[in-house]
């Protein structure tokens, strides 16, 4: 988060004057349904975050997780929206408006506001709203100066000593600056500048040019660039706005590091402000694959609103994108992080340690069924099974043990304390593991889950150096955890014998506290 929210702070002059001039807004609105086979093959594009190659999906999922609060939202049901009203969007379709549809994205709610004394504080008026409630962008833009201003000041502050409000402003800065560097993505492929004046020396016979017509002049423009002079109607000089569009694209950054570099040996992908200072910097100009790439986001643009000619247009960038990344041997995981993320192993698993927990409640009521416990059974396996293979793709994934994160502890954890408590349940037959088992399954995945949804980050980061080894991971830290797991089990199998002593209750599965006793023992 210190990363992004520097990075954030170094945005902010860029981006204002991104909205003093402005870019061409997007003519059209959606006014059908995204083609699920489009969204698939988008959903796949692979981008570089954080370090590491990863489908587009898992980095706007994230976004939509910090500033929703949910992977999904509905669109609001108002006659502005058209046929696409009370349409219910996932994160990689939201991100798809976002991106090619950003003034209509604008006006979706997808800002939650946790405290509405935060908008108070940036001197935004909310009447008629809740105290916790969604906002638009639209809503939020008029304080955007205010919000960044005193996000600025705020972030001076040690972040023990800030007020609930102090965070939350900082929180909704650095939500809004996201957004806004999603929404703008594709703004190069909007913009449109007038050939005139020194511009015409380099593109004669031409009325007006794009950015990769620039940045196909990289040399040239930068000379250009360096000897501008401001002329009599200097906004009416191209090469005048071509130098704002460089200052706003540097100034703002990119949401994700979208291009692979032209040098294979080079790990770390490009984005648009990389590109430009790279034709600034470089003789030769950006290189010819990555130009052409650039060329096919501008067609995916320019096609937007005409269905076949999109489809088209956005296949042939997802199949680029695809073949470039293979080329560079970093595409192999994109397609398995996606199937991973689709399938929802962890939430299937909890579902049904839950609808399990509910069977044990039945089966006290009822002890001499014979249905129930075999229901349980077969329920409790799956529910194992669909953790233990959530973690194992994880590993997969990582190429790392299954505890290189916190998140990841809690999951390792929780299959741990659930694989030991049905064995114990196996060899016991009393119920007390299985009741342990579905019971401890359900809170440890409630709880990765709620540890995700706050805090809102990719769970499969790069590693600090400290941990950047697996042979420490797979040893020192694994055994470690499974001592967690163990310690957990018994103090939670000890408060059913303190428990059952306290209430003094007799009969049934706690009769036999001498053998509660020695579950507890072995498992320690």
């Not at 500048?193 to 423009?221: C, H, M, S, T, Y």
């Not at 069977?359 to 396996?381: C, D, E, N, T």
């Amino acid at each position: 988060m210190t990363k992004r929210f520097g990075r954030m702070q170094f945005g902010c002059i860029g981006a204002l004057l991104a909205l003093a001039v402005g870019v061409p807004a997007q003519a059209t609105r959606r006014s059908q349904p995204w083609d699920p086979d489009l969204v698939e093959q988008l959903a796949a594009i692979p981008v570089q975050e954080g370090g590491r190659i990863k489908p587009l999906y898992t980095a706007v999922s994230y976004l939509m997780l910090r500033l929703h609060q949910s992977r999904s939202m509905q669109v609001p049901d108002n006659p502005q929206f058209g046929a696409i009203a009370g349409e219910r969007l996932t994160s990689i379709t939201w991100a798809l408006d976002c991106l090619f549809y950003p003034q209509q994205a604008n006006q979706y709610p997808v800002f939650t506001i946790q405290n509405d004394e935060a908008l108070t504080a940036i001197g935004l008026r909310h009447e008629g709203k809740r105290k916790r409630d969604r906002y638009t962008y639209a809503e939020l833009s008029p304080a955007r100066r205010q919000l960044f201003e005193l996000s600025r000041s705020y972030g001076q502050i040690d972040a023990k000593q800030r007020s609930d409000v102090q965070t939350q402003v900082l929180d909704l800065s650095r939500n809004v600056y996201e957004f806004e560097q999603l929404s703008s993505s594709l703004d190069f492929a909007r913009r449109r500048f007038p050939v005139n004046g020194r511009l015409a020396e380099l593109f004669p016979q031409r009325e007006e040019i794009n950015f990769v017509d620039a940045l196909r002049k990289g040399a040239e423009i930068r000379g250009l660039l360096a000897s501008e002079s401001p002329g009599e109607h200097p906004e009416q000089d191209g090469l005048h706005q071509l130098r704002h569009a460089f200052d706003e694209l540097m100034g703002t950054g990119d949401f994700v590091a979208f291009y692979p570099p032209p040098d294979a040996q080079a790990e770390q992908w490009l984005g648009l402000p990389q590109l430009i200072l790279q034709t600034q910097s470089s003789m030769g100009g950006i290189a010819p694959e990555v130009l052409g790439q650039l060329k096919l986001v501008e067609a995916a643009v320019a096609a937007v609103g005409k269905k076949d000619a999109f489809a088209s247009a956005a296949g042939a960038l997802y199949e680029d994108c695809r073949r470039r990344a293979e080329a560079r041997g970093e595409y192999s995981k994109v397609p398995l992080e996606l199937s991973y993320y689709e399938a929802g192993y962890f939430s299937k698993s909890q579902y049904l340690f839950g609808a399990c927990f509910l069977l044990i409640l039945a089966s006290w009521l009822r002890p001499k069924s014979k249905l129930l416990p075999k229901l349980l059974g077969v329920g409790s396996s799956i529910a194992l099974g669909f953790l233990i293979w959530g973690i194992v793709v994880r590993c997969i994934l990582r190429s790392r043990p299954p505890v290189s994160t916190l998140y990841e502890t809690v999951l390792f954890i929780t299959a741990v304390v659930v694989s030991v408590a049905l064995f114990i349940e196996w060899i016991n037959r009393r119920r007390v593991g299985m009741s342990v088992a579905v019971l401890l399954g359900f809170v440890g995945l409630f709880i990765a889950g709620r540890y995700e949804m706050l805090d809102g980050e990719d769970t499969m980061p790069n590693l600090v150096a400290v941990l950047d080894t697996n042979f420490w991971l797979a040893t020192h830290v694994t055994s470690v955890t499974m001592g967690y797991a163990a310690g957990l089990l018994a103090g939670f199998m000890a408060h059913f014998y303190l428990l059952g002593r306290m209430l003094r209750v007799r009969g049934g599965a706690y009769s036999d506290y001498r053998n509660l006793g020695r579950m507890i023992y072995g498992v320690i």
